[in-house]
């Protein structure tokens, strides 16, 4: 069974819900840019052709745009897009045969994508510091593995790290290393942190444009490198026309909509810094510093833990919280939460002062 957070279908039926619940689970913005439905309908028809097999001009479009953005040059050749962020990961696992290295903790479908094939998978854990989590660059774990993992900012405590140490040591020994920058987006300093900026030939950054464009449901993703030929192997075992034509339509034009992206990343930094500030003053909870759209949380107290958290949230809140215990490194104590709006981000804080201000009345 799959566990991840934006599972609020699955939890209506297991609770037999009648009603919509506030998904914290689910780390999409929950903003959308102007005109999107209006697109989107205008553009309805194309759906009666194929999209371009080899998606030339979309992928020429995000070319631009990192050019633009990041005053990176690559062109459509250094591309390959998908159905999703998830479907590259899976599709890059597809292509290597040796042992995956997984900067750990963190997104579980890489560990899951690296056994369905049958490769051994290391774990390469942070260290635990007092509010956020360390990256150790393990020499002799990265010397035995043919790729490493490394998510930035990291899933799930939202943290973006500078990875150029972590860079240099796959470089030294000749690994490849696959940068999952799915909510990089989020953060203020993404240019600064993107692992794209950097000229080590077997980098590959993944991207998903549709979480930070609240628009997950439609599903792309795409994956760049300076590692051309690798890039053409990977479209060479890549099913074709995973991307549907209304996506390949609508993505050039969430990507040139400049205004949306800087609000967005200006209230993403006002909310973070209010739910933060807030959930500090709570007792019993430890909160993990984060960059992004979503916060890590350890529970300091042995009457609860996140599975019953989680319950009690649904039952009693109509929230659902994500349970961080299936994630590698950590325990029963952990869960993670999305950043909203501030009415909603209210309800959470609300609602987790009461449940833990009652444990100081026992």
Known sequence: MFIHGADSEKIKRIYGADKDLLDFSSNTNPYLPENIAQHICKNFLCIKNYPDIEYISLRKNIANYIFKKENVFIDEDNICVGNGATELIFLFIRSISGKVGIISPTFTEYARAAKIVGLEVVEIMMNELEDTFEIVVDEQKIKDVEVVFVCNPNNPDGRVRDLSELIKTCEKYGKKIVVDETFIE?????????????????????????????????????????????????????????????VENLIPVLLQDNDFA?????????????????????????????????????????????????????REYNIIIRDASSFAGLDNSYFRIAIKRRKDNLKIINALEEIFSSLRKV
Do not use: H, Q
């Open 186 to 246: 989020f953060c203020e300093e993404y240019r600064r942190y993107s692992a794209i900026n950097l000229d080590y030939g077997n980098i590959f950054v993944i991207r998903a444009v549709t979480k930070f464009y609240g628009i997950p449901g439609l599903r792309f993703g795409y994956m760049m490198s300076k590692n051309k030929n690798y890039i053409n192997y990977i479209w060479s075992i890549k099913e074709p026309w995973t991307v549907n034509s209304i």
């Open 262 to 314: 800087e609000i967005c990343r200006f209230k993403y930094k006002k909310e973070r810094e209010f739910i933060l500030s807030s959930l500090k003053k709570i007792d019993n909870l430890k909160i993990y510093k984060s960059d992004s759209a979503f916060l890590l949380i350890k529970i300091n107290n042995n009457e609860f833990n996140s599975k019953f958290l989680k319950d009690l949230m649904i």
